[in-house]
């Protein structure tokens, strides 16, 4: 019965005061990473005049903003200010993943019509190669932590940091198979299923979907159970 009414009320005001302390280092961690990684992806793209490269770095610029935009709201030390910026935040996210589905679909399509090939990229392949090792570990520690602190727009934001370490396998693999094979159509093939999965994420942002914030007036109901994360059914927050 004490863990069901410590579970309803959420995490005390000072783990709150750590998870978003926590949050707020993840996030400035990701707008430093992704600076880099725009600069690089963007130059080594247009030397090789790979288009792909090109809306990597592009990319990159996008999710700085989304990472701007919970950077602004976590930058609050009253916690009802920062639930009081939740929506607007989710919106800004979501308009990203919107903008990020949008250009990689007309790069893609633009790459099966064959507007130029793209020439070999060692930096490229580096970038993204980096971007595989970095980015999973830092969508995961703000994803749990964004679940436990009941943040939708921090979940939403690391769901834009996963989301860049697809499109950081896709980028390997069209780079690696257009080098050895000459496979030029397998990127934006990849590229597209990537742009939908983005459409999906930011429609989930837009209508605050991602994570439950716990309850702190009521408890669960009885049929209501906490999965391992402690999100109720229809959450997902882990």
């Known amino acids: 019965m004490t863990t069901d009414i410590s579970m309803s009320l959420g995490p005390s005001p000072a783990r709150r005061d750590v998870l978003a302390r ?3 280092l993840l996030v400035a961690a990701t707008i430093t990473y992704n600076v880099i990684e725009a600069a690089v992806a963007l130059t080594a793209g247009t030397i090789a005049s790979s288009t792909a490269l090109i809306g990597f770095g592009l990319d990159s610029i996008i999710e700085v903003s989304s ?3 919970v950077a602004w709201q976590f930058s609050a ?3 009802a200010v920062r639930e009081a910026r939740e929506q607007r935040t989710l919106r800004i996210i979501a308009v990203s993943f919107f903008a990020l589905a949008a250009y990689v679909t007309v790069d893609a399509v633009r790459a099966l019509a064959g507007t130029g090939e793209a020439e070999q990229s060692i930096p490229g392949i580096v970038i993204a190669t980096l971007s595989l090792a ?9 994803r749990k932590a964004g679940g436990e602190l009941g943040s939708a727009s921090a979940v939403a934001d690391s769901k834009q940091t996963l989301l860049c370490t697809y499109l ?6 069209g780079l690696i198979l257009n080098a050895t094979l000459g496979w030029s159509w397998a990127d934006p093939i990849a590229a597209l299923v990537i742009a939908s999965i983005a459409v999906k994420e930011g429609r989930d942002a837009w209508q605050g979907k991602g994570c439950c914030a716990p309850a702190a007036t009521a408890a669960p ?3 209501a159970k906490a999965d391992a994360c402690g999100c109720r059914p229809g959450c997902d927050c882990c």
């Open 67 to 69: 990472a701007a935009a």
């Open 168 to 173: 950081s396998a896709v980028l390997l693999l």
């Open 22 to 24: 926590r949050i707020r």
């Open 77 to 79: 030390r009253d916690h």
């Open 134 to 142: 970095v980015m999973p570990f830092l969508s995961a520690a703000q």
């Open 221 to 223: 109901s009885a049929g």
